[in-house]
């Protein structure tokens, strides 16, 4: 049992806990495995950034640096500037987005150590070629302003595992369990996006199966990281300027949905390639279960 455990949310079947002091094993058997989100209350306790991050420090140190939010084009500072006097009725576009790894690697040192609750991890694996990932981005700081608004629901891409920490101010996530993706309307040709593009307005007119999904919210605050675990459906609205570190994982327990997603991405466009990749990704899953048994990293 997680040494402090309190409840933030709760709809139907669906109950949303903030832990404190958990186990490995217990995130293990009850979240990463078990496919249930979770907020950790003290996962980033060892970060620098938790003290670092804030607005002044990138306004500061970065302010010159050019971003591109929702297709306009901004100085950091001048995006932060806009967050900081931004309104829920005149929130700031977003999601305003720096790659890490890319753009800014003299920051990793303040998100590490990776936290025990996102390993193993096999994103990083030199035998996973990178195209299998589709491009997708896994380690981000987010900036937003009050009433910024996630602009769509979604899973994330390739059915990793999201880990959303939150190091300044206060942010409101719902999330959609996977049983209800039928009441969701995932897009035809990106299955991990919803039709349903505003979750707290939702146009039941033309979604009406939407009106049986249960969508939970709750908010999450400095220095607490929600887990949401893959398939999950989410979005996310910021109550206050925001900054956030998010970072994807992939390993055994998603193993089997990610292959899923490679699956789908290459039938429609090279179903004998697809049969090679799921093949390949088959027999590097095994590989791989019992390099990280043995706790060799290959
Ligand atoms: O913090 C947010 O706005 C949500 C971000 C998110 O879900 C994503 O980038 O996949
Ligand atoms: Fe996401």
Same mark, same amino acid.
């Given at each position: 049992m997680a040494a402090k455990t309190v409840e933030l949310a709760r709809l139907g079947d669906i109950v949303v806990?903030?832990?404190?002091g958990m186990t490995y094993e217990e995130f293990s058997e009850k979240h990463l495995f078990g496919n249930y989100p979770v907020v950790i209350?003290?996962?980033?306790?060892?970060? /620098?950034?938790? #003290?670092?991050?804030?607005?002044?420090?990138?306004k500061t140190v970065y302010g010159d640096r050019k971003i591109v939010v929702q297709g306009n084009n901004y100085t950091l500072s001048e995006y932060i500037d806009l967050m900081m006097v931004a309104t829920e009725d005149n929130p700031a576009p977003y999601p305003c987005k720096l790659q890490i790894d890319r753009d800014y690697p003299?920051?990793?040192?303040?998100?590490?150590?990776?936290?025990m609750y996102a390993l193993p991890d096999?994103?990083?694996?030199?035998?996973?070629?990178?195209?299998?990932?589709?491009?997708?981005?896994?380690?981000?700081?987010f900036f937003g302003s009050p009433g910024g608004q996630f602009p769509y629901i979604h899973y994330d891409y390739m059915c990793l595992h999201a880990y959303i920490t939150q190091i300044y101010g206060q942010k409101e996530f719902t999330v959609i369990p996977p049983e209800q993706t039928p009441y969701v309307y995932p897009k035809a040709n990106?299955?991990?996006? /919803?039709?349903? #593009?505003?979750?707290?307005?939702?146009?039941?007119?033309?979604?009406?199966?939407?009106?049986k999904a249960t969508p939970v919210s709750f908010v999450v605050g400095p220095g607490e990281t929600l887990f949401i675990p893959c398939g999950w459906w989410h979005?996310?609205?910021?109550?206050?300027?925001?900054?956030?570190?998010a970072l994807d994982c992939l390993n055994a327990s998603n193993w089997k949905n990610f292959m899923n997603e490679v699956d789908i991405k290459l039938n429609q466009r090279r179903p004998l390639i697809a049969k090679a990749a799921h093949a390949y990704l088959s027999a590097l899953g095994?590989?791989?279960n019992t390099s990280e048994k043995i706790g060799i990293s290959v």
């Open positions: 806990e903030k832990k404190y209350g003290d996962a980033c306790k060892d970060w /620098s950034a938790k #003290n670092k991050f804030t607005p002044e420090y990138f003299e920051l990793l040192p303040d998100v590490t150590p990776r936290f096999r994103i990083t694996s030199k035998l996973l070629p990178n195209n299998f990932l589709g491009g997708a981005d896994t380690l981000e700081i990106n299955v991990w996006v /919803s039709e349903v #593009n505003d979750v707290r307005n939702p146009d039941l007119e033309k979604y009406p199966l939407f009106a979005t996310a609205r910021s109550l206050t300027a925001t900054i956030s570190v095994g590989v791989l």
